[in-house]
């Protein structure tokens, strides 16, 4: 292979990095967070979801009304609930282990219900399977359970 291919081949590398680099780095947050369109109203959308959740065996640890809480700061948003869901079996998995307990702060799993301005209510929340991958072992393992849960209580809500 003459020198002029080899240069030609290395550039060509090099940009094809920079170029999955840049595109993986704007795609991340789609990637990151997931949102469904919710066919309720917000208010349906909460009890749907409370009840899907409680029907999953998952505990409700915390509610927090974001409107709520901005009103009394002096701002107007519109409708957002921010759930902290809880599996005992699955917290416990992950917390019983040492060197797994870097992941407390990521629990418990957080879902948001919203209304954007169109009206439309949402229903959101980190995508834990792709989070957990990079953690290997018992992290993947619990945490990809728990999100296919997740997803399954999500899924009979905006079905």
């Known amino acids: 292979m003459d020198q002029k291919a080899i240069i030609s081949a290395i550039i060509g590398v090099v940009a094809g990095v920079i170029i999955m680099g840049i595109v993986g780095f704007y795609s991340m947050p789609g ?3 997931l949102e469904d369109r919710s066919p309720y109203d917000f208010e349906t959308t909460i009890e749907v979801f409370e009840e899907k ?3 999953a065996g998952w505990s409700i640890l915390a509610t927090t009304d974001m409107k ?3 009103a009394g700061h002096g701002h107007d948003v519109l409708n957002v609930k921010i759930f902290e869901l809880c599996s005992a079996q699955y917290s416990a998995e992950i917390l019983a282990l040492d060197d797994e307990r870097i992941v407390s702060p990521l629990m418990p799993c957080r879902v948001a219900v919203y209304e954007k301005s169109d009206g439309i209510t949402y229903i959101t929340r980190m995508n834990s399977e792709l989070m957990a991958r990079p953690f290997g072992g018992a992290i993947n393992e619990v945490m990809s359970v728990a999100a296919v849960e ?3 209580v999500i899924a009979l809500v905006v079905q």
């Open 31 to 33: 990637m990151m967070m």
């Open 150 to 152: 997740i997803e399954d």
């Open 68 to 70: 709520e809480i901005l």
């Open 53 to 55: 959740v409680d029907e």
